[in-house]
């Protein structure tokens, strides 16, 4: 079946810094990709809809320069969270559907990278 | 607006016991329906969807339009079902996945 992989799986930094978390497609191309986050006990929220080689589209609410999305090959999205502080701190989750196969595919998740803030 | 509603925030009953967690949607349109599901520790899984109309693990959903339901349902729960699910809208095929809220169902032995 088709696979997402999300990497790193856990991040932990300093206030200040750029974390990039990336996305891939093992086994099928995506040329849209979506980015959840997820607070503890909450559901997921979505952030963006990355497209390859055109720019995000963010949803209401979310800062395009906070969080930079590039999709610049078929089966890799990156999300970086810039200047991140501890409010970030979160659960990132992206997504991908396999366009290969039509466009009545549902959504396969990877595992998550788990940010926190010091 | 989209919204995607799941008044249940725990749901828990015995092993055996009739399963039924809720959704109710309001979309312009025809929306997809997914169930998607979370086990402990595990990622995010596509349980089933409405075009499918088929069984997975026992459970099966019917769209019902004319109440904007799409409740999940299990005759005979057991414990391997203790986990995180998620109702999820589509607008149509190639837009992106809401999600409601979840249920947490908890199958007492």
């Known amino acids: 079946g088709a696979v997402v992989s999300q990497h790193p799986s856990r991040v932990i930094c300093k206030s200040g810094t750029s974390v990039k978390i990336e996305c891939r497609s093992l086994d099928f191309q995506a040329t849209t990709m979506f980015w959840y986050r997820q607070f503890p006990k909450q559901s997921l929220m979505l952030m963006a809809t990355s497209n390859e080689g055109s720019k995000a589209t963010y949803e209401q609410g979310v800062e395009k320069d906070k969080f930079l999305i590039n999709h610049a090959s078929l089966t890799l999205s990156t999300l970086t969270v810039t200047s991140a502080h501890p409010e970030d701190s979160s659960f990132y989750i992206c997504s991908a559907r396999d366009q290969g196969q039509g466009h009545n595919q549902p959504q396969h998740f990877g595992d998550g990278t788990r940010l926190s803030i010091l | 607006a989209q919204r995607v509603t799941q008044p249940e925030k725990l749901l828990s009953v015995f092993k055996g016991a009739p399963v039924e967690l809720k959704c109710n949607y309001s979309y312009s349109g025809s929306p997809e329906l997914f169930w998607y599901v979370q086990y402990s520790r595990q990622r995010l899984q596509l349980l089933l969807r409405?075009?499918s109309r088929e069984s997975i693990k026992g459970f099966t959903a019917d769209l019902n339009k004319g109440e904007t339901s799409f409740h999940l349902k299990k005759p005979f729960a057991q414990e391997e079902d203790s986990a995180m699910y998620y109702c999820?809208?589509?607008?149509?095929?190639?837009?992106?996945?809401?999600f409601g809220s979840g249920t947490r169902l908890s199958i007492r032995p």
């Open positions: 409405h075009i």
């Open positions: 999820a809208p589509r607008g149509s095929s190639a837009s992106k996945i809401i």
